[in-house]
């Protein structure tokens, strides 16, 4: 079974400093994985997204992700933190090797940027 | 830019009642989803659906439960008799194929419908 852990429910960033939302994940196959941004009463947007090839993949609003296979993590991380980037981020895989197309999302975690 | 859009944006029931979710996904878009989320909780699969029939479910999605793309462009959940744990916002999905092996492409979600059940 596939799962997603997101361990900070809450991440706090001063606005120009880098910030990082952590991610593991659990697959029996090679995963693909992505990270969705909610703001308040929105849906899902997503930001981006990782298949195969580069372990850094970059995304939109400056966003961008490592995927690290030794260590099942998908950190999203930017090195300039916006007080608009503040917001629920939520974490995401799925298992291509079960046949299915569906995403077992993590918990979330809410990004806090202060001025 | 398109985007997958659901109505309403507000549903509220009483107990025992059915209810109709509509989406209508991106149009060029091949597979489509329902996902819900319960109040604090995190986000949760429901079904998906290809080709004129489900192609996974969940645990979640009982007999309570159907999906239905009636006419081309929408695409429907039914709860036929709701109760009160159904009460969560509930999000469409889609998501198109572009070929190849590793051709995933991602899911645009809607706005969600927010279901109250009373």
């Known amino acids: 079974a596939q799962s997603v852990a997101q361990p900070e429910d809450q991440v706090n960033v001063a606005e120009g400093n880098p910030l990082t939302v952590k991610c593991t994940y659990s697959?029996?196959?090679?995963?693909?994985l992505f990270w969705y941004v909610q703001y308040p009463n929105r849906g899902l947007q997503f930001l981006l997204k990782?298949?195969?090839?580069?372990?850094l993949v970059k995304g939109s609003y400056g966003f961008e992700a490592e995927f690290n296979k030794s260590q099942t993590s998908f950190h999203l991380k930017k090195p300039s933190a916006l007080v608009s980037d503040s917001a629920l981020y939520f974490c995401a895989v799925r298992d291509p090797s079960g046949g299915g197309n569906k995403l077992t999302f993590g918990t979330g975690t809410q990004l806090k940027v202060e001025l | 830019e398109p985007e997958v859009t659901q109505t309403p944006s507000h549903q509220v029931t009483q107990m025992g009642q059915e209810v109709i979710l509509r989406c209508v996904p991106i149009s060029n878009h091949l597979y489509f989803y329902w996902y819900r989320q319960i109040l604090g909780q995190k986000v949760e699969f429901l079904v998906s659906?290809?080709?004129?029939?489900?192609?996974?479910k969940s645990e979640i999605f009982d007999d309570q439960f159907s999906v239905e793309r009636p006419d081309g462009s929408n695409f429907t959940l039914k709860i036929r008799s709701t109760k009160l744990e159904d009460s969560a916002m509930y999000f469409c999905?889609?998501?198109?194929?572009?070929?190849?092996?590793?051709?995933?492409?991602?899911?645009?979600f809607g706005p969600g419908t927010r279901l109250t059940v009373l």
């Open positions: 999905a889609s998501s198109g194929y572009s070929g190849g092996v590793h051709s995933y492409n991602e899911q645009f």
């Open positions: 990782y298949i195969t090839g580069d372990n």
């Open positions: 659906f290809y080709n004129n029939e489900i192609s996974e």
């Open positions: 697959v029996s196959g090679n995963p693909y």
